[in-house]
């Protein structure tokens, strides 16, 4: 693997390496982007409520712990290596190639899989959005066209350098970041002055966990902790981060803190907001939009409207992060000769992985193609069985971080051997996790995705150790 480039070369060069062109904030916007925050708030809590009622907020706080152990795995890695490829590289340097390859696939299946859900959710919010404006209904046809169109929006921006994309996608976010904290604000403040509409009032009495079962807490944790997946993605992007054993572990520490602060603000309002008897939780199930609908109650209908534009816009920007980061991957495999060498070459004009980023693209839209098939078409249907699919595929690449970071960790002995069991018991929620996404077996056209989802996992487990060998001898040159 080259090492990578810390200025920039003259503009007839053949590009050699990724430039070093994000800071900080740049980092934190590729994570916050793949998480796509805004967009999670809108659309997870309702299933989560399916399960533990009002107690969405509780199962939120709760998630902090699991999500910890995996963050600090991710942390321990990032701080050793800035490297691109994400877990291809971070695994591969200090499990060996063969490790590296399985993980690096299983991630890139997932980044692959988050194209596909956030191109479902862009042409569901679009289509809503459109509709709330002309008080017309958008066909499937045109709902499905407007995903195409997302795709290909998202690729555009995806080829650029990554300090241009990086400023898209922190302006994009955070636009609709604070259009709902806004809401929430306003909301909260409603609430405790003249109540809701059904005498809706702040009562911390309805975040109560009983009458929930173990199965549906821990399905309820499960889909919290999938709410923040991505927020590894900085990794990705390790070779084009400045000071990046840095920066990288600080952008993954800072957005998963900053979207579960966020997630628990918003799920708090959002359950005083609707009221927790049995007809007003049926509410908050059938939300279409949490914050949208919050809006329209206790602000007006414009807001709502333009946060349902902007779970477009978080769809979009989570689109060209989930391209961007495997591109990244895609390149570190290709330079090393795991797969085409010609992933490896950059463009003249952008110094940017722009096939991998292409095929990143075009995996997702036949992702989307093949979630059609069981699903009859149906939009939401295709978002729920990508995302569920992509949940199977996130955590098993979670997993090795979990299984790396101890061994680093344990092979640094002493005291560092105590915080090995921190990535341990990551491995350990993993498994739950996983569990969880598993069983019980759903019917229907729902089990395609958990059926989907592990036949993914041991076809590309398959892959890494046949094509690893490869890399043997070249991954542990590539530590810059």
Known sequence: MATPREAARPTDAV??????????????????????????????????AEQVGGAVPVVYVMALVPL???????????????????????????????????????????????????????????????GALTGLTVSTPATFALMAAGLATALFFS?????????????????????????????????????????????????????????????????????????????????????????????????????????????SVGVWSFGTSSSEMQAFVNSASLPGDMADTYVSTALGDLITLGGAVSSLACMIAAQIAG??????FGRDGVLPKRLGVLSHRWSTPVLGSVITACVGAGIVVLSMIPTAAVPFSVFELTSDYAGVLIVSAYGAACVAAAV???????????????????????????????????????????????????????????????AVGQTEASSP
Do not use: K
């Open 408 to 470: 680093v960790l344990w092979r640094r002995g002493g005291r560092a051997r105590l915080g090995a069991l921190i990535p341990i018991a990551g491995v350990v929620i993993v498994l739950v996790v996983l569990y969880f996404s598993l069983f019980p077996l759903p019917s229907g056209w729902e089990l395609v995705a958990p059926v989907a989802g592990v036949t993914t996992v041991i076809v590309m487990a398959v892959v890494g150790l046949t094509v690893s060998g490869r």
């Open 159 to 267: 080829i650029r350098p990554a300090r241009r994309a990086g400023h898209l996608l922190l302006g994009m976010e955070g636009v609709t970041m604070t259009l709902i904290t806004v809401t929430v604000i306003l909301t909260l403040v409603a609430l405790l002055t003249t109540g809701g509409p059904q005498g809706q009032t702040v009562d911390f009495s309805e975040f109560s966990l009983n009458g929930a079962s173990t199965g549906a807490l821990g399905l309820a944790l499960t889909f919290a902790i999938l709410s923040t997946a991505g927020f590894e993605g900085a990794a990705a992007a390790g070779e084009e981060t400045r000071n990046p054993t840095r920066n990288v572990p600080v952008a993954i520490l800072a957005t998963a803190i900053l979207v579960n602060v966020f997630y628990i603000l918003v799920t």
């Open 68 to 130: 910890a152990t995996i963050a600090i795995a991710f942390i321990v890695l990032t701080r050793r290596h800035g490297v691109a490829g994400s877990l291809y590289t971070l695994v591969g340097l200090e499990l060996g190639p063969r490790a590296g390859a399985i993980s690096g696939l299983w991630l890139l299946s997932a980044y692959c899989t988050f194209t596909a859900l956030t191109a479902a959710s862009f042409g569901i919010f679009t289509a809503s959005f459109i």
């Open 15 to 48: 590009p050699t390496g990724l430039v070093r062109n994000l800071g900080l904030f740049g980092a934190i916007a590729v994570s916050l982007a793949v998480v796509g925050p805004s967009m999670s708030v809108s659309l997870n809590p309702q299933a989560m």
């Open 327 to 332: 591109g990244r991957i895609m390149f570190a």
